[in-house]
């Protein structure tokens, strides 16, 4: 019989070494490194073989699960999928048991439910229960981490499990505390393998590192069919859960909720709430007609720049990515003419939201010039357009919801590219200003230095 054989792999890239290391050769980064028992091999004359069928003999039959949690159903691609493995991240506190205990409540009405805690007692889990009004729900609850118990435990007609978190589990075979990266591999893989047998849907949640990715090896995250972060600021009432990864739906869709004193509730129309209490005439705020997922969110991008004191001037960023904000400073003092460097820049994207797509340069770009001029931008102006290394505006995607968006929420004008202009002729209650570059647009706004 082979025995098992102990190998040292990285947290965060994966890589595999025969010895510990302080520090990652692939990734570089320290204190990753940990030890990691990979089993009893097999023996091969005990492999059986395969049976192969053609691709057309198997049929798509995806049942989806709806838990009449709008936000939630949205984010997984119109709800859950049996036998599928969603990992959910976040920060301590920001929602993530509130959250998948309120869906369980919702779902528990038609199928059976299952909530295993390894970090809370059950008294702890009820008073939440009650706060949520789910207390007299039919989710069954467990406290346990020993995942071969709780595996052994289950039902084979079991609909939804809730496994919070998966760092507290513990596999009797691997010899390690739990959290380490073997014990996480060996419960995820048990868990994997339970859902695909019975056709259970499997929440897992997951911790997050200080830079806020899910803690334990980057691997886990690939075993998973579903990676979902939920996010926010505790002192901010609202959340936002981010799909990063989707077998069964589209990827980076967004659903909003607001937390109340009964718990989370979906935000029907984001766009409104993300534009409240928004002040008129005031330099430096421009209105960004975005798309995140599978519809259209306006968000206001809010600048300020103001004479700096230090030998670099700070630059600032909330909400977008910092390395773009350098390109599109670069491109307004090489093309407009128009000097940051004596000043310091803070950009922030207003509720928390957090931008990727290009398609923010403009509106980024004309609340700098906002602010740096002195000019208020109208409030009832928006904009969106990707902006290039030589000034030039270029196109986006799905221009046409962007401003349906925009003229449903009041707006009078929109500034967007004009390789975009061939849509020009559908709309009669909104004014499109198409520009090439960024000087025409400051030249529409006369926006000068």
């Given at each position: 019989?082979?025995?098992?054989?102990?190998?040292?792999?990285?947290?965060?890239?994966g890589?595999?070494?025969?010895?510990?290391?302080?520090?990652?050769?692939?990734?570089?980064?320290?204190?990753?490194?940990?030890?990691?028992?990979?089993?009893?091999?097999?023996n091969?004359?005990?492999?059986?073989?395969?049976?192969?069928?053609n691709?057309?003999?198997?049929?798509?039959?995806?049942?989806?699960?709806l838990?009449?949690?709008?936000?939630?159903?949205?984010?997984?691609?119109?709800?859950?999928?049996?036998?599928?493995?969603?990992?959910?991240?976040?920060?301590?506190?920001?929602?993530?048991?509130?959250?998948?205990?309120?869906?369980?409540?919702?779902?528990?009405?038609?199928?059976?439910?299952?909530?295993?805690?390894?970090?809370?007692?059950?008294?702890?889990?009820?008073?939440?229960?009650?706060?949520?009004?789910?207390?007299?729900?039919?989710?069954?609850?467990?406290?346990?981490?020993?995942?071969?118990?709780?595996i052994?435990?289950?039902?084979?007609?079991?609909?939804?499990?809730?496994?919070?978190?998966?760092?507290?589990?513990?596999?009797?075979?691997?010899?390690?505390?739990?959290?380490?990266?073997?014990?996480?591999?060996?419960?995820?893989?048990?868990?994997?393998?339970?859902?695909?047998?019975?056709?259970?849907?499997?929440?897992?949640?997951?911790?997050?590192?200080k830079?806020?990715?899910?803690?334990?090896?980057k691997v886990?995250?690939?075993?998973?069919?579903?990676?979902?972060?939920?996010?926010?600021?505790?002192?901010?009432?609202?959340?936002?859960?981010?799909?990063?990864?989707?077998?069964?739906?589209p990827?980076?869709?967004?659903?909003?909720?607001?937390?109340?004193?009964?718990?989370?509730?979906?935000?029907?129309?984001?766009?409104?709430?993300?534009?409240?209490?928004?002040?008129?005439?005031?330099?430096?705020?421009?209105?960004?007609?975005?798309?995140?997922?599978?519809?259209?969110?306006?968000?206001?991008?809010?600048?300020?720049?103001?004479?700096?004191?230090?030998?670099?001037?700070?630059?600032?960023?909330?909400?977008?990515?910092?390395?773009?904000?350098?390109?599109?400073?670069?491109?307004?003092?090489s093309k407009?003419?128009?000097?940051?460097?004596d000043?310091?820049?803070?950009?922030?994207?207003?509720?928390?939201?957090?931008?990727?797509?290009?398609?923010?340069?403009?509106?980024?770009?004309?609340?700098?010039?906002?602010?740096?001029?002195?000019?208020?931008?109208?409030?009832?102006?928006?904009?969106?357009?990707?902006i290039?290394?030589?000034?030039?505006?270029?196109?986006?995607s799905?221009?046409s919801?962007?401003?349906?968006?925009?003229?449903?929420?009041?707006?009078?004008?929109?500034?967007?590219?004009?390789?975009?202009?061939?849509?020009?002729?559908?709309?009669?209650?909104?004014?499109?200003?198409?520009?090439?570059?960024?000087?025409?647009?400051?030249?529409?706004l006369?926006?000068?230095?």
């Amino acid at each position: 019989m082979a025995k098992s054989e102990k190998m040292f792999r990285c947290g965060e890239c994966g890589a595999r070494y025969p010895k510990w290391l302080g520090k990652c050769e692939d990734c570089g980064q320290w204190n990753t490194v940990a030890e990691e028992v990979l089993g009893l091999g097999k023996n091969a004359s005990n492999i059986l073989r395969l049976e192969f069928q053609n691709l057309s003999y198997f049929q798509e039959k995806i049942d989806r699960k709806l838990s009449d949690i709008g936000e939630f159903d949205r984010v997984l691609g119109g709800g859950a999928v049996p036998g599928s493995v969603i990992l959910i991240g976040g920060d301590p506190g920001i929602g993530k048991s509130t959250l998948l205990l309120q869906v369980l409540a919702a779902l528990s009405q038609e199928y059976n439910c299952v909530y295993i805690s390894g970090e809370e007692s059950a008294d702890q889990i009820c008073l939440r229960a009650n706060r949520l009004r789910a207390g007299d729900s039919g989710v069954k609850l467990a406290c346990e981490t020993d995942v071969s118990l709780i595996i052994n435990s289950l039902d084979n007609d079991i609909d939804f499990l809730v496994i919070d978190s998966i760092q507290t589990l513990q596999s009797s075979s691997i010899e390690s505390i739990p959290g380490t990266i073997s014990q996480v591999r060996a419960c995820a893989h048990e868990l994997i393998s339970f859902a695909k047998t019975t056709g259970a849907t499997v929440f897992l949640v997951g911790h997050v590192t200080k830079d806020g990715a899910i803690a334990g090896p980057k691997v886990l995250e690939h075993m998973v069919d579903t990676v979902l972060y939920f996010e926010g600021e505790r002192s901010n009432a609202y959340r936002i859960l981010r799909a990063v990864k989707n077998r069964y739906g589209p990827c980076d869709e967004l659903g909003i909720f607001e937390m109340q004193q009964c718990g989370l509730v979906s935000v029907l129309n984001p766009s409104v709430l993300f534009l409240t209490q928004r002040a008129e005439n005031v330099p430096g705020t421009v209105v960004f007609a975005g798309i995140e997922g599978s519809r259209p969110l306006l968000a206001e991008a809010q600048a300020l720049v103001s004479k700096s004191y230090f030998t670099s001037p700070r630059r600032t960023v909330v909400g977008w990515d910092l390395n773009r904000l350098f390109t599109i400073l670069a491109v307004m003092e090489s093309k407009c003419k128009i000097l940051f460097s004596d000043r310091d820049v803070y950009l922030n994207i207003v509720g928390g939201l957090k931008i990727t797509e290009p398609a923010c340069d403009l509106a980024a770009a004309l609340s700098l010039l906002s602010a740096k001029s002195g000019m208020a931008i109208s409030r009832e102006m928006c904009a969106f357009g990707e902006i290039g290394l030589t000034g030039e505006i270029r196109s986006v995607s799905r221009c046409s919801e962007r401003i349906k968006e925009a003229e449903k929420l009041g707006f009078k004008s929109v500034i967007f590219p004009y390789s975009n202009n061939l849509l020009k002729d559908n709309f009669s209650n909104i004014e499109l200003i198409a520009v090439k570059t960024l000087v025409d647009a400051m030249a529409i706004l006369e926006i000068v230095n």
